[in-house]
């Protein structure tokens, strides 16, 4: 297919673009066709920046991480500046639920070293731990968020309705929620690194947990 003999749009505004069509189409209807005609260009245009659709979509990826927000303000302590920080990743992404799956997708974490190493560099752990913390906290973020949007995508509750006579403990349970899903997100993660904190303190890091009683 022949290109044009200059670009006449940039890789940033068809990816913002592509997004675009994402959150009005859904990922699946996604096309170079629909994101030429947002642009007002022909499609082959978009083949100055983009090999094929694939690295279109890893560029909406990237577009999507550079949008997380900072932290205003300082948190009272290490523990709520990452759940500040969490919370703002997982909002920034259920903004485009429809394009959510390519962070899983076309995960880019060589655009997160330099979000590691402050992290490394702030957390008050043993650096024996740190990586555990940062790849604990980092699955829960995305994992959670991405199911999330999987359900605002199909337009579905993240919980189906429970019948309470098959399943009376998990009705029970569901019923005395006092939290919605972004608190129950953070409650979550609150309770994660208290238990981080507590392992620190009995010195039971490193080692399993006893379980036998």
Known sequence: MARPSK???????AAEAALEVIDELGLEELSLSHVARKLGVRPP???????????????????????????????PSFEEQIIARCVLTRR??????????LILRYFPRHLLLAAYERAASEEPYPTTIQLTVIDAIEK????????EASARARGV??????????????A????????????????S???????????????SVGRPLDTAG
């Open 92 to 101: 920034t992404l259920l903004k485009h639920p429809n394009a959510a799956p």
């Open 45 to 75: 245009s978009l083949y100055h920046h983009f090999t094929d659709k694939s690295e279109l979509l890893q560029e909406v990826a990237r577009i999507m991480l550079a949008r997380m927000p900072t932290v205003d303000g300082a948190p």
């Open 7 to 13: 670009p006449l749009i940039s890789r940033s505004s």
């Open 189 to 203: 993660l609150r309770m994660f690194l208290v238990g981080v904190r507590q392992r620190l303190a009995t010195g």
């Open 172 to 187: 029970q349970a569901i019923a005395d929620n006092p939290f919605g899903d972004e608190e129950l997100f953070v409650e």
């Open 140 to 147: 829960y973020t995305f994992g959670t968020a991405l199911f």
């Open 157 to 170: 509750d993240p919980m189906p309705p429970v019948d309470g006579a098959k399943f009376p403990s998990l």
